[in-house]
């Protein structure tokens, strides 16, 4: 358990909805800078998955509730970082129990009408809403991520999140702003891990792997593709994948929304999807987001068929 600051936090309590791998990761940080942490996840109603939240909770210090309600009772803060699908589900019921004095901080990757529509359900209960853009993996860098955040109090947010050791910059009052930066950027950045992976299954099943590699070295000297930057690109698609695909079916709607051609966003969420399927070594993935070694991207893949019989199968 987090050791907690003898300073007087900017607020008392926060919730958390949502108790996956960013859930952890804030709550730490907030109990250690002496903020009381409350937090719920639905999973806590599978036997087959309470006992790691639980684990998660003793670890860092949180309380759990057993409903969303219960979570929010209180809160100042309650943030939601739940699935890209669960977000606009999880906005509308905390909605019901929300009130004024309480801000509802949205950090899902979801198009800007969702955000939208998530902002207008909340505050139909009295409570403000503020939208996040997390631009950046949590790990390594915990609540020192970037994140964009918009709102008509996104900056008096900002400073409240700021003073209790996050790194936030308020961009816009309108809501969907911040979330256009942020999947925008996604189509770019989960855009080239697909094209990476496709590029290094498909030259690894002629054998020319190496010769790509050169080429792209010889072309774009200053990437990394001669430091192994291609094993990060395809690690982080393995450990993150189906998060990422969701992004990316998010990216879809909202180019849907603007009337442009949605089909590379999706098929950007199909490879994202298809490689997350491949089993994960733990212990070759824990070097993406740290500072060590990259693993050799071979390993990452193993025995992953990638030739002709791939395909008659």
């Not at 207008?120 to 009295?126: H, K, L, N, Y």
């Not at 698609?237 to 998060?243: F, L, P």
């Not at 999807?273 to 991207?297: M, S």
Request: glycine content about 10%.
């Amino acid at each position: 358990m987090q050791q907690t600051s003898n300073r007087q936090p900017p607020v008392a309590a926060v919730a958390i909805i949502g108790f996956g791998e960013v859930g952890p990761i804030f709550a730490a940080a907030l109990i250690a800078a002496g903020v009381r942490v409350t937090a719920h996840d639905v999973k806590l109603g599978d036997a087959a998955t309470r006992g790691q939240i639980e684990e998660r909770a003793q670890r860092c210090g949180a309380r759990l509730a057993e409903s969303l309600r219960a979570a929010v009772e209180g809160a100042e803060l309650v943030f939601s970082a739940v699935t890209a699908s669960q977000a606009e589900p999880v906005a509308r019921e905390a909605a019901r129990f929300l009130r004024a004095g309480q801000t509802f901080i949205d950090l899902n990757s979801v198009s800007p009408k969702v955000k939208q529509r998530n902002s207008e359900a909340v505050r139909r209960g009295g409570a403000a809403y503020v939208e996040s853009a997390v631009m950046a993996p949590v790990p390594p860098q915990g609540v020192k991520v970037p994140m964009l955040l918009g709102g008509e109090t996104a900056e008096a947010v900002c400073a409240t999140l700021n003073a209790l050791g996050m790194k936030t910059q308020a961009v816009a009052r309108d809501i969907g702003l911040a979330s256009a930066i942020k999947l925008c950027r996604s189509i770019m950045i989960k855009g080239m891990e697909a094209m990476c992976v496709q590029s290094m299954l498909a030259a690894r099943a002629f054998g020319v792997d190496e010769r790509v590699l050169a080429s792209l070295h010889a072309s774009f000297p200053g990437v990394g593709w001669d430091k192994g930057y291609e094993a990060y690109l395809i690690g982080r698609v393995i450990e993150h994948g189906q998060r990422r695909s969701e992004e990316m079916r998010e990216a879809a709607a909202m180019l849907g929304d603007l009337g442009m051609y949605t089909g590379l966003a999706e098929a950007i969420a199909a490879i994202q999807a298809d490689l997350a399927r491949v089993g994960r070594d733990e212990a070759l993935l824990q070097d993406i987001d740290g500072k060590g070694a990259l693993p050799e991207w071979r390993a990452l893949l193993g025995g992953q068929s990638t030739g002709p019989e791939a395909a008659a199968s």
